[in-house]
Structure formats: C-alpha cells, structure tokens
C-alpha cells in the first residue's frame, strides 16, 4: 500500500556501508533479522577476521581442509562454478595477489615482475578442494588463501532478501556497498529505481537508471580505489591470470538479474574479461548487462532510461 510507513536502517558490515529499507508493520524485526545475517556472513567469509572461515582455510593451507560453514561452503561452490565458466577471470583464491597490491599501494610503489609472478603461482581455483558431505574447504600448497570479496556480497543480498520475505516484508529495498537487491516493487506498484554511476564524474552522478522488482543490481568498477604512481593510475581489479590490473577496456560493468551471489561474482568477472565474451556469458546466466568503456561509451543488453 502506498501510505505503509518506511523503515530504515544503516550499518558497518562486509568493509562497507549498508542500507535497508522496508515497509510495512513487519519492517524493523525483519531489518534487524537481516542485518544479524549479513553479520554471521561476515564472521564466516572475512579475510580480515582471524577465526573466520576463509581465514582458517588459509592458515591450513597445503596441510588438509578444516570444517567452514554451510554458508561458506555454498558460496565458495559458486565461486568454482563461476571461476570455472569465465576461465580464471574471477578466481577466490587469488588473496595472495590482492594481498600483495594492497601492501604495495600503502607503500606508494608497483610490486616487481619477480613480487607478482610468486603471488600469481600461488593462484589457481583448481587447488581448492571442497567436501560438500564431509563440510570442509582445503587449498592444497601452503601459502595459498582465499578472497570472498568479490561474491560474499552478492550471496548476504540475496539473503537479506530471504529474510526480509520469511519476515513477511513485501516491498524493500537494500544496498550492500554497491550490490542492490529489491524485495518486490515499490508500495505503490511502480519499479524501484537504481542509478548506474557515471564512473567518470563524482558519486550520485548517474548515465541512466534501471527499474527493478524482484531482482538485483551489481556493479563492478575500477574508478573508486586506485593509486597514481609516477604517470600511471593503478586500479584495484586484479586480473588473476597475470597478476597485474585489468585492461579489458571498461571501467564499470552492471549486470541486472535474479541471483546477487552469482551478479556479484560475473561482474568481477566480465569486468577483466571484457565485453567480447562477457555479453554472451552474462545471457547464458540470465543477467542482462550494462558496460562504461574507458571511451565513456555506454553499452546495453536491454533499453535504457
């Protein structure tokens, strides 16, 4: 109903700002009920906390597989499956390459060919072992480590959705640091409406807007964190095959759709893999698509407003 109050919350999770906001006498329990979810997520999948899952993984490295949550486990099957399917472009074990370029840009300086070739061959989606019955997650040589920042998000939207509705919320909307998910349409009926940022121009400035209703909206870019050293900007989209940033051409790629586990994970993805095979791959999955080249060009699966 369009007069139903609105709910909404903002917190701290995931390395990011959040926000939710619902409708409906249900609102605040469910809202609660979901932010108390994408927290367990974070305890499970952060690289950052020491008894996390992903943190035990790789402190285990190369010495057996220790129990991880069914969370975890799921979303780490994801991630093979999408590592799988774009060839290396989006691969979770490829921490110590991201740890190694986050070490450099506090540093102020570009990690040798000799630094990234040894973080590279500790990188490969192959080497992580995974035992649906048994619960365990295994990497095979030591010094091996997984990232889930590049779907973790995804999969806490799409479960702040699933509380939202066992919660009996019909019309809500969060963002997730950048991973959007709608529960419904508007209490009035009407798409919710989802900005895609213009990666050249300063936040809030928009190439256009998405409607949505039960789905999500994912962007991956290379304009928010980034360092200049000497004459050239570093970003902080690794391309895992190589070791060094992406050069695919792009600086942001959206894809719109029903699962933000598996947006999340494609549009890292397709971002280093580029639009000559991103666009088929993102169809394959049932995401429609919409890329800002380095050119400023806008390009789109579908019609645009």
Known sequence: ?????RTTVGFDALGTDNRISAYGPPARHAIDAAVGRVRQIEREMSAFLPGSDVSRIGDAAGRGPVPVSGDTLSVLEEACRVSRLSDGA????????SRLWESCRSDARVPTADEVERARGLVGWGDLALDGGAGT???????????????AKGYAADEVARELRAHGVEHAIADL???????GAR?????????????AAPTGTYVATIGIQDE???TSGVNERFVVLGSRRYHHVIDPRTGWPSESGLLSLTLVGPCSMTADALATALLVMGLERGVDLARSEGLRLVAITTAGDVLSTFPLE
């Open 216 to 218: 999500t909206v994912v």
């Open 177 to 183: 640091g950048g991973n959007v998910i709608a529960v």
């Open 137 to 151: 997650a295994g990497l095979a040589r030591a010094g091996q480590a997984v990232d889930l920042g590049g779907i």
């Open 1 to 5: 109903m369009a007069g139903e109050a």
């Open 187 to 199: 209490p009035d009926g009407a798409p919710w409406r989802v900005g895609i940022q213009n990666p």
């Open 90 to 97: 989006f691969d979770a074990t490829a921490r110590p390459l």
